[in-house]
Each structure stands twice: as C-alpha cells, then as structure tokens.
C-alpha cells in the first residue's frame, strides 16, 4: 500500500512538472480558424454526397456550401487581404502570417471546389435528370423554343440591360457583387480580318431577372439559364458588331462594413450607404470564371479588378449556385426531406390568455425547430398585443425575417397602445438592409426604436413582457439561443426559455435599460453579460472543474457551441484536460482547439453534427462529483462574443428543465450516422462504432419523438 500511493504521490509530482514545461502557447496546440471554417464546408459537401438525403436535399447542400463560401471570401479572405495591404499582423494563436494563410486556403479551396463541381455535374444534375428536372442547353433548344425565348428576350429581357464597351471613353465598370456578368469578344464587320476592330463588351444581368426560365412544351420540369438567352441574343444588345464569344464571370467583394460609429450622425441613414457602397464599391478579392474564357480576357479582367492569378477560380459549372435553390420549390414531395408538423408544447396549447397563468406556475423550454415557434414565441407575441392588461413588450431583433410575424405582432401592440420598445441590430451582417426596412416600419407606428449600442454589436436574444395584474406589475420573459426570426426557426435548431421568475425578469429589464440608455455597467445575479462578465465567467467554471479535480473529485465539462476560438478558453480547457477533467465539445463549425493530444488534451474529445437542420443551440454542462449545473447562451466562445458583442447567458434553475437539457445533450453525444470526431491532425471522420451500437442520428431521433407524440 505504501509502495503504491508513493508511486501514486511521484506520478502526480511528474504530471505537475510535466505541465509546468508545456508552453500551451505553442502555435502547433491550435488550428487555424480560418482553415477550419473550411472543415465545416468539406462536411457540407460530404451530406451533398450522402444518398440517405433526397435529391434535392442534395442539391441543396451544394448550394450552401457556395453561398457558405461567398461569405468566406467576403470576410475572412478580404480582412486578410486587408492586414497585408496595411502591413498590419494581426497575432493569431496558430502564428500563421496572413500571406501564408491565403496560400492555404488556395490550395484547399481548389480541391475543394473540384470535388464541389463534379458532384454538381457528375452526380445531381444527371440523377436530377433522370427524375425529369433538367438544365437544357440553349443549343439544344427546338426551333420553336428559341423563338419563344427570343420573343421573351425582345419583351421582357432586352429592356433592363445595360450593354457596355470597353474603350477610352468606357473604362470597366463597377459591377456589384455576387452578380453574373457577361464578357464579350467583339469583332466589327468587315470582310477582312486584317481590318476588323476588337473590343471586350461587358453586361451585368441585373437580379431583378429570374435566373431559371421555363421552357415550353417541354417535358417534366425543363429550364434554360437566363445567361444563355441572352448570350444567344446578344446580337440584339450589340448592332454593328459581331459577337465571336462569350463569357461568364462573378465578382465577390469585400462586405465588412466600415462605420464610424461616434462619428456618424444617423447611424441608419450611415449603415443604408455603406451597404450600398459594400455591393457597388467595395475592393473586390475573388473573380470566379467560366472555364473556357480565354487567358487574355482573364488577364484583363484581373489587371481592371486589381486582382492576381490567385484570386481567380474557373468552373465547368454555372455560376452563382445558390440560383438553383429554387428548384426546392417544385412540388416533387419525394425528392425533399419528409415535413413534419412541430410539436406544440402543452403549456401553449390551451387558451392563449393561459400563458401567463402558465408561466406564472412554471418555467417553459421549447427545442426549436422540433418544439413550434409560431406557437410558442409568436403566440405569446400576439396575445401579449392583445392583452388589455399588457402594458409594455420589449425584445432585441438582430434577424428578424422576411415577412415577419413578430413585426406584425409589435406593430399591432403598439396600434393598441401598448409602449413597444425594439432594440433593433442594424450591424446583423447581410441582414442590414432587412432590418433597416423594419426599423421604419416600426418607427411608423410609433415603436421605440433603439439602433443598438456604440461599439457594440448587439447579439443577445430577449423579449421581454411587462402585464398589470391584480398584485402589481409583472414581467414575462423568453430567452433564446437564435434569433425571433420564423423561417429559420424552421431549418435552425436552438433553445428558448420563457419564465416569469423575478430575479430573471428583472436582469431581462437591467439588460434593456442598459442598451436603451447606452450604459457600459449593469449589475445582473441571475444573467452573465458579455463583454462586462461572460468570458471571465467561462474561465473561472473551468477552473472550478480543475480544482475538483485537483481534491479527488469527478468533473466533467459538456458543451454545444457553434464555434470555439477564444485563445483564453482553450488554454484553459487544455490545462482541465491535464488536470484530469473529461471535456466533450459539440463544435459544428469553427474549432481553434486540437483534440487528442497527449498530455495536453488528450481528455478532450471533439465532434460535430451536421445533417438536416443546422445545428445553432448553445449549452454548457458543469459536473463537478453528483452536482451539475446547465447554462443556456447566446453566445459561442469567440473573442468576438466575449469582447465586442452584446451577449447573455443563463444557468436554468428549473431542476426539471437542467435535467431534460442534459438528456439532449446526450442524444446529440451519442450521434454516430451525423456525427464526426475531429483528429489531432485537424481531420474530421465520421464517427466509428466499436461497441456494435444502432445507427442513431440525434435530429432524426428528435423528428421521430414529436410523431409518436403527434399520434398518441
């Protein structure tokens, strides 16, 4: 005995020194961000390839992975491009100089986009064919069906064109981003070629114009692309000349938007032009191309895009892919994924005027988008607009939708009087110009509207509630991990929480009141704030682990994020991983920690599940011997979240709730159909039984649960 707890004593002292040798700043314990934001679209592509998915789910999945992709380059490869204009480094954990990570990206986006094409062509478009949806070249056309498109090109087409030349006179124009251009090569008529004049002529299709046109006459579901027609016609757009070739090309720019925040004096009127500058004038930094364009015409529209060989992709495929989503609207049930009817939760399923009798009573959780919005989030909305005894409603809207229930909801509560305060994020990237379109229609009927905070952006979910009763006023809040936004709670999946506790309620109103009156302090005991508290927070439950561990204790950290990049957060997982705390990440997308290193982290296991619904709910699990404790976020563990955004997080009180919290986490743990397990070498593979378990897939598991429910 003696002998075993001295061999016991000396392994400890060897672990501690052990650890204090490791430098766990070492760049070779991190992955790069941006390298592994390119391991969640090489996930994207692998469910693209999956046959368990109908077909137009395939396709479905090669689109995102392009607009995915759009984004990539539009942030992350333009802000490297712009550290390397400005000579500025900006220190990375993984050391890897901007130069050095656009080399990076090159060589895998090439494969990338490859293996991207010959799916696209080799796979779903002839298995789409074969199910009688097909892409018909304007060449193989019938004479009759050339005749109807010129006839439509004349009437509907040929007015909202812009054909420009380039000379002198016409230097290139500023096209906007993400639109198909046509390049072409034009020769004037003349019967000699040593005579004959050459120009470059240069066409934006305006997206006004529907890209897949409907052919006539023509079996199944036939379309024509938009760009052939008017390539076909373009004699039309061009007289006197002759049209020898023709191109496609896009341009993607760089989208990050430049506001002065302190100096600008309508901070609306500001984000409106510099979204318009973004899609006109913003520097450019990818020119995708069609593959059989010429090297000098590439060459010139580098030299005029101020671009290098390194920032041009060519395709066999047509350009601008997420186009091809509207075949999803075909009604062709047996090529889409099953619908399924949301459950809606029994607290919600009585009068509407019982939810606050109900929230009064208990706590609520829902799981979107397996637990309904519309009859839960939208519902409480509604009555609440129509409630004589509500007095106030007040939420945060950082994407709030097209077509939006909520804002009808706010607008009819403030048409019946009720004060209506929106603190609405005009920064919510890409979503800018939808909620500028809301903001105004808000303000017209008379909605407070609060364009968020100076220096911050706001992205923390909260509505808040406020009811005369019979003892006082009463607050209702909900809490979530997503936006109130109703066509992504579809295809999202995130946690709500509606209580009517005090100590909740009143840190929702301190929240409030310190984005309406710009205060940088509020004291909370019930939230955790960001950037005041939450990343000193996160840290200090990591450290609560290491010391149970340290007294002998069990710990066990749990967590579900969308991505994990904080340098701070992951030292400190590391150095739980080494005290001895098993530590299981469910990181769908970007993930700067590496896994599986021994004596670092080779506690940690790291997975991620990417199938029918995007995975977007964020959790955090504490156990520490027989105690647990669950947190639900708005946040991901990004020095973004911690430090520039406005963010909240929850630790559930209800018992009940915690407990069911913990059960989901499990299911998604036990994923082995979606889920991937990410290597020390930065690989994700598909996870591999040795335990001769069931195929089970958490989000299928979850869609069944609400059936059998449905039917009993």
Partial sequence: MKQSSARTEKARRSNRLNQQRLDLNDPSLYFNRELSALDFQEE???????PSHPLLEQLKFLCIVASNLDEFFMIRVAA??????????????????????????????????????RALLDDIMPSLAAEGIRIVPYSELSHDQRAFFHEYFLRDVYPVLTPLILDPGHPFPRLLNRTINIAFHLATRSPSDDHQERAVGVLQLPPVLPRLLPIPEASGHAFVLMEQVVQSNADQLYCGW???????????RDAELEIAEDEAEDLLSEIAEQTRLRNWGADAVRLEVDAAMPDWLRKLLMRSLDLDVHDVYAYRRPLNLPDFLTLLRLDLRHLKDQPFT???????????NQIFTTLRSHDVFVHHPFDSFSNTVVKLLRTAA????????????????????????????????????????????????NNIVWARELENVGIHVVYGVLGLKVHAKALMVVRREQTGVRMYCHLSTGNYNQSTARVYTDFGYFTAREDICRDVATLFNMLTANARQAETRSLVLAPMALSHTVLNLIEETIAARKEGKAATISAK?????DANVITALYRASMAGVQVRLLIRGICCLRPGIKGVSENIEVRSIVGRFLEHSRMLMIEVGTQRRVFLSSAD??????YRRVELMLEVPDRSIATHLSDIFELYWRDNVKARVLMPDGRRIKRVDTNGQKPFNAQSYFLERIRRQATT
């Avoid at 994207?44 to 999956?50: F, I, K, Q, S, T």
């Avoid at 994020?561 to 990049?565: R, S």
């Fill in 242 to 252: 002759d049209v020898l070739d023709s191109y496609c090309f896009r341009v993607t």
């Fill in 44 to 50: 994207v592509l692998e469910e693209a390839l999956d």
């Fill in 386 to 433: 129509e409630d004589p005894q509500v007095v106030a409603i007040k939420i945060i809207l950082y994407r709030a939708g097209g077509q939006s229930p909520v804002i009808d909801a706010l607008k009819t509560a403030a048409m019946n009087g009720k004060s209506v305060t929106a603190v609405v994020e005009l920064k919510a990237r890409f979503d800018e110009e």
């Fill in 561 to 565: 994020l969308n991505a994990l990049v």
């Fill in 80 to 117: 490297l491009k712009e550290q390397i204009e400005a000579g500025i480094v900006e220190p990375t954990p993984d050391r890897i100089p901007p130069h050095e990570q656009l080399r990076r990206i090159r060589e895998r986006l090439v494969d990338l986009y490859a293996r991207h094409e």
């Fill in 342 to 352: 949301t459950r809606i939760p029994p607290e919600f399923q009585g009068d509407a």
């Fill in 637 to 642: 563990w990004m020095p973004r979240n911690f």
